[in-house]
């Protein structure tokens, strides 16, 4: 089982990116997106959880707006587009997966210790 996270690079303030998280050896029920910036702690950007024929989605109040988290079904992938982007956006953005396929309940989402399965990370610079 694996993620693999891929997309950042390089982008001006007010520019925009796209992440992927590509799973291969099962599909996810739940994707998050965190990020973790020089000498800070790992936080929570986003998060998609399967919610009957759609999905539920929630963000951090820094990127409300800004950034939108989708899923791609048949390539097992999920994407974050970030617009909109500011200097204190550049971290390395990592995703991961609960290892349960239960669904976890929204409060839960953004909480480190929800997932089990984390990508490499992906660095995401903005030049301000």
């Known amino acids: 089982v694996q993620l693999q996270a891929s997309g950042g690079g390089l982008v001006q303030a007010g520019g925009s990116l796209r992440l992927s998280c590509a799973a291969s050896?099962?599909?996810?029920?739940?994707v998050g997106w965190f990020r973790q910036a020089p000498g800070k702690e790992r936080e929570f950007v986003a998060a998609?959880?399967?919610?009957?024929?759609?999905?539920?989605?929630t963000y951090a109040d820094s990127v409300k707006g800004r950034f939108t988290i989708s899923r791609d079904n048949a390539k097992n992938t999920v994407y974050l587009q970030m617009n909109s982007l500011k200097a204190e956006d550049t971290a390395v953005y990592y995703c991961?997966?609960?290892?349960?396929?239960?669904?976890?309940?929204?409060?839960?989402?953004?909480?480190?210790?929800?997932?089990?399965?984390w990508g490499q990370g992906t660095l995401v610079t903005v030049s301000s």
């Open positions: 050896g099962r599909t996810f029920n739940t």
């Open positions: 991961a997966a609960p290892s349960t396929t239960n669904l976890p309940i929204s409060s839960s989402l953004p909480r480190l210790a929800t997932y089990d399965y």
């Open positions: 998609h959880r399967r919610s009957g024929m759609g999905g539920m989605t």
